[in-house]
């Protein structure tokens, strides 16, 4: 069974730090670029941060720069999201999601729409408040 499964998620204070995983299973992760989204209540989900297959290309959205790191463990079939110095706003459901390397030849992980990406994790909560 094809699926991506996010994990890590929680409550924590501001200025805590998460480190959320999107496992692979049924499928290889080196073949895919991942994209890490979130959805706050009331609010559109938005891409925050990708990596690409191959040169690992990143991208970081202008909200998460220099707070989150993602990272990638082909051994381990898992994507990691390292957030650190959080705050209330990033309060949201985070869901990680995986495109096809062939749509990533030509392509920045930063260009391609939520549409092309192929597989979806299920979401995590993340919460941080006081």
């Known amino acids: 069974q094809v699926q991506l499964v996010e994990s890590g998620g929680g409550l924590v204070q501001p200025g805590g730090s998460l480190r959320l995983s999107c496992a692979a299973s049924?499928?290889?992760?080196?073949?895919?670029?991942i994209g890490w989204f979130r959805q706050a209540p009331g609010k559109e989900r938005e891409g925050i941060s990708c990596?690409?297959?191959?040169?690992?290309?990143?991208y970081y959205a202008d909200s998460v720069k220099g707070r989150f790191t993602i990272s990638r463990d082909n051994a381990k079939n898992t994507v990691y999201l390292q957030m650190n110095s959080l705050k209330p706003e990033d309060t949201a459901v985070y869901y990680c999601?995986?495109?096809?390397?062939?749509?990533?030849?030509?392509?920045?992980?930063?260009?391609?729409?939520?549409?092309?990406?192929?597989?979806w994790g299920q979401g995590t909560q993340v919460t941080v408040s006081s």
């Open positions: 999601a995986a495109v096809s390397k062939r749509l990533l030849l030509f392509r920045l992980c930063v260009t391609i729409s939520e549409s092309e990406y192929e597989y």
């Open positions: 990596i690409s297959s191959g040169d690992g290309n990143t």
């Open positions: 049924g499928f290889t992760l080196d073949y895919y670029g």
